[in-house]
């Protein structure tokens, strides 16, 4: 079983709309989460990490469930560069796995106008 | 303040081959992890090195080989490439602080295609 699954989609979403990406872990014992973004053919970067009260960083909200071991992203009012593929991140964060990030596959987003 | 960088940006090598990937930290960073990512799958996990020392290790073959230079760059060496090897290859930096919240910065990548 994948530490991080991820649907790959992809959406494809008109601009203005609203859309919410999932993703589950599987190790209970996961002490750090984020989400990247990554563009086509470049490296992830950090959009945000994830916090269990929640957070919120302009358009983009994200939530943590550890009881369900669930992550989510909400994007409002999408932009045509919002464009990319959404890359779900774990950090269990412990011991021999201190420092290593699990990452899902990846959704990919397309933004149309 | 430059970033993460990485070189060379491509590579091409045939089966058997061996590779040399090389990754400069972020300015004040002094560990380096590095992850193989295939076509349309997220970053593996292949290594990290610490005070010049492999500190962790992914599931990748004794073919994938790393060191740790002074000022805190990195090599990854890859030996007998396969067909299935190819993949963007990306060097992340960070602070090895203990913590699990150190944010990774990750350079552009080597994307190597082995024929």
Redesign the interface.
């Known amino acids: 079983r994948k530490e991080?699954e991820?649907d790959?989609g992809p959406f494809n979403v008109p601009e203005g709309a609203t859309v919410a990406f999932n993703c589950t872990y599987s190790n209970s014992a996961s002490?750090?989460f984020f989400w990247y973004r990554q563009d086509c053919?470049?490296?992830?970067?950090?959009l945000m990490?994830v916090y269990s009260s929640g957070n919120e960083d302009g358009r983009f909200t994200a939530q943590l469930n550890r009881a369900s071991q669930y992550i989510s992203l909400l994007i409002r009012d999408s932009k045509l560069s919002d464009s990319a593929t959404y890359?779900c991140v774990v950090?269990?964060?412990?011991g021999?796995?201190?420092?290593?990030?699990?990452?899902?596959?990846?959704t990919q987003l397309t933004v149309w106008p | 303040d430059a970033g993460v960088t990485q070189s060379p940006t491509h590579l091409i090598k045939t089966r058997g081959q061996q590779v040399t990937l090389r990754c400069s930290p972020k300015s004040g960073h002094d560990?380096v992890?590095w992850?193989q990512q295939a076509l349309?799958?997220?970053?593996?996990?292949i290594f990290?090195y610490y005070e010049e020392e492999e500190?962790?290790r992914?599931n990748f073959p004794d073919r994938f080989s790393g060191h740790q230079y002074p000022n805190y760059s990195s090599e990854l060496n890859v030996n007998a490439l396969l067909l299935g090897d190819s993949a963007l290859y990306?060097c992340?930096s960070?602070l090895?602080a203990?913590?699990?919240?150190?944010?990774?910065f990750?350079?552009?990548?080597t994307?190597l295609t082995v024929l």
Do not use: C, D, M, W
Not at chain 1, 41 to 46: A, Q, S, T, V
Not at chain 1, 91 to 94: K, L, M, T
Not at chain 2, 106 to 109: E, H, V
């Open positions: 991080v991820q790959p002490q750090s053919r470049k490296e992830p970067k950090l990490s890359l950090n269990i964060g412990r021999s796995t201190l420092g290593r990030l699990y990452f899902g596959r990846g | 560990t992890s992850y349309g799958q997220g970053p593996q996990f990290q500190r962790q992914g990306l992340a960070s090895y203990g913590t699990a919240n150190n944010e990774q990750f350079g552009p990548g994307r």
